[in-house]
Each structure stands twice: as C-alpha cells, then as structure tokens.
Nanobody, 124 residues
Framework: QVQLVESGGGLVQAGGSLRLSCAAS????????MGWFRQAPGKEREFVAA????????YYQDSVKGRFTISRDNAKNTMYLQMNSLKPEDTAVYYC?????????????????WGQGTQVTVSS
C-alpha cells in the first residue's frame, strides 16, 4: 500500500511563492510517474504538472508554465512543486498522485495513488 502526504500549502499574497512537497511511504516510487492536480471550490479537479520516473520528462498545464516547477528526489521518495508568481486563480486544494506507468501522464484516471490534499490560498 502506498501512502502519499502533501505539505507546504498555506496562505500567500499574489506574487508570492510556495513549495509543496509530497512524501511517499509504503513503497518506493522511484519507477512511478507522478503528478500534481488541483481542485478549486465548485470546479472539477484539474491537471497541474507531471513528471516521469527519472525526472527526464515534465508536463505542465498552460496556465502554470513558466511559474511552476515540478521535481522529484527519488532517494527521499519525495516530489515537489515550486510555485512562483502565484495568482488568486491558483487557489485550490492541491493533490499529489502516483501512477504505475514510468512516463508522466496528464490523465487523472491513470493515477492509482492519491494524497489527501493541501490547501493553497492566494489573496489579491
């Protein structure tokens, strides 16, 4: 059984930065693709960023390109999302997820493991 735990969320002013972490336990995720998704109030969960098993490939939602950076440290079984130049529309609960596929994927249905989420609130 794989457990994913997000941390690093909080309240920040527009233009500020946050770094989210996703720590995995129960199994090494070194060979799993991983991703970040978010869900704002009243909206469906949406893809944010994804990274392949070795970090060689990354994908981003268009609205976060150039502002967010996804990375991973397989030795620590941890994934990160550095978020800069935050905007009020980035406000959401952010979820990390892991897929059994090696590649990065943008499709939520391809992820088998999910964390509980961490709240990110950006004030204007």
């Amino acid at each position: 059984q794989v457990q994913l735990v997000e941390s690093g969320g909080g309240l920040v002013q527009a233009g500020g930065s946050l770094r989210l972490s996703c720590a995995a336990s129960g199994r090494t995720l070194s060979y799993y693709g991983m991703g970040w998704f978010r869900q704002a109030p009243g909206k469906e969960r949406e893809f944010v960023a994804a990274i392949s098993w070795n970090g060689g490939s990354t994908y981003y939602q268009d609205s976060v390109k150039g502002r967010f950076t996804i990375s991973r440290d397989n030795a620590k079984n941890t994934m990160y999302l550095q978020m800069n130049s935050l905007k009020p529309e980035d406000t959401a609960v952010y979820y990390c997820a892991a897929t059994r596929f090696w590649a990065a994927t943008t499709e939520a249905s391809e992820y088998s493991y999910w964390g509980q989420g961490t709240q990110v609130t950006v004030s204007s």
